[in-house]
């Protein structure tokens, strides 16, 4: 059984070495299509990769019938009641 301070000093002195991972916009598409299967939920998402980023928003703005879709570049507040 590994204690937390064994893995505290494990991670302390654990390379860091950065992961580099290319811009996939399919896939950031796909996981958006998932979590829209789930229900009625708006996601704005935007990725920073140095200079690139790839921005998407879907779902509505808001519960009223005419609201516009979100789009890439709003601002949202996550919250609950």
Known sequence: ???AAALA???AFAPAVPV???LDPEALEAAL???MRLGDQ???VEVRNGDEVWA???GPRSFKPWADDVEAGDRIR???V
């Open 9 to 11: 000093l494990g991670l």
């Open 1 to 3: 059984m590994i204690t």
């Open 56 to 58: 998407e928003g879907s």
């Open 33 to 35: 299509d998932e979590f």
């Open 42 to 44: 708006s996601a704005v």
């Open 20 to 22: 580099e991972r290319e």
């Open 78 to 80: 996550i919250g609950s």
